[in-house]
């Protein structure tokens, strides 16, 4: 296949090109997808298939319902995931970004292991803002048998996750959804006392009001070439507190890193995604402040998208050999 450069949309990018590029070797997103069976699996996705200017199979990634169609129909080719849905507004989180982060954190626990990824109900993460799609406990669970708790200030938002997995049989024994009561918290009032965990992951609100987010909208489909006043204002939708909090991602971040000192002995690693590189100063400074034995900063990329994991942890050598032994050699 002939592989043009096509700057104008990464979403053209994503649909067309054979490979994903910057994608985890393990992702199981990184081919073109196969929509003749995805609709086999998820029939209601043909009506939103067509053949694009380039000649391929593809769906309006402008579209909400046709990206909401596209992930329902990889969650069940995937990983057999039924009943997926959101309601309308709610963020629709592009799946094969959200699986690259599980894979990267899987090599982050093998890294200390003998490059062995620990699998099973042994390990267990925390989602903070697991929100209405509830994707990283799906997928963890279905590629590594991790256990998940997942976390959220949006009681409608975790109705709807309950809803998915009851769904599934299975998944509400190895998902557990909890309610932050609390806007200023992180971990307090959601993780109980003595709990342990192998990860904590997040994916946090990276603009600081409405009006930025908007705006960051606008600049999107400006680059895209498109009219802004045309397009939807969110193709992946997404409430309040997905989108903003005061400050900005670096702020959520940074409270986060002055929250795990709480629980500096309860959990091997800490991470986050951080989206804006300008963020990453004020995060490496808080992570000094908090006295953290060690730091990751983990590229990931999806085509012209850049991003990155920062994780951390207050467990020196020793320790950390002791938590595996403790937790995963049993």
Request: net charge positive.
């Amino acid at each position: 296949m002939k592989n043009k450069q096509r700057g104008a949309s990464a979403a053209k990018g994503m649909a067309a090109s054979a490979e994903k590029t910057g994608l985890h070797p393990r992702n199981p997103h990184r081919g073109r997808y196969d929509f003749r069976q995805l609709i086999a699996c998820s029939p209601e996705l043909a009506a939103f298939v067509a053949t694009n200017e380039y000649g391929d199979e593809s769906i309006a990634f402008a579209d909400p319902a046709a990206v909401k169609a596209l992930n329902r129909a990889l969650l069940k080719l995937t990983y057999g995931i039924t009943g997926w849905d959101i309601p309308p507004q709610y963020l629709c989180p592009p799946i094969p970004g959200r699986a690259d982060y599980l894979h990267y954190l899987a090599d982050l626990l093998a890294a200390g292991n003998g490059g062995i990824i620990p699998r099973g109900k042994s390990v267990r993460v925390l989602d903070i803002g697991a929100g209405a799609n509830c994707i990283y406990p799906l997928i963890g669970h279905r590629e590594y048998g991790w256990q998940f708790v997942g976390t959220d200030i949006d009681p409608a938002a975790l109705d709807n996750a309950q809803r998915i997995l009851d769904a599934n049989s299975g998944l509400s024994d190895a998902i557990e959804l909890r309610l932050q009561t609390s806007r200023s918290a992180v971990f307090t009032g959601v993780v109980r006392a003595n709990e342990m965990f192998d990860l904590t992951l997040c994916n946090p609100p990276f603009h600081a009001s409405p009006a930025e987010a908007n705006a960051g909208t606008r600049r999107k489909w400006k680059n895209l070439g498109k009219d802004a006043a045309r397009q939807p204002l969110l193709n992946f939708g997404g409430q309040g507190a997905e989108l903003w909090c005061e400050g900005g991602e670096e702020a959520f971040v940074c409270r986060m890193i002055e929250e795990s000192t709480q629980l500096c002995g309860s959990c091997l690693w800490f991470t986050t995604l951080v989206s804006k590189s300008a963020s990453l100063p004020g995060v490496y400074r808080a992570l000094k402040r908090a006295g953290v034995l060690d730091s990751r900063t983990i590229e990931m990329a999806q085509g012209q998208k850049k991003s990155r994991i920062v994780a951390w942890t207050f467990l020196d050598e020793s320790r950390q050999r002791a938590w595996r032994m403790t937790r995963w050699s049993r």
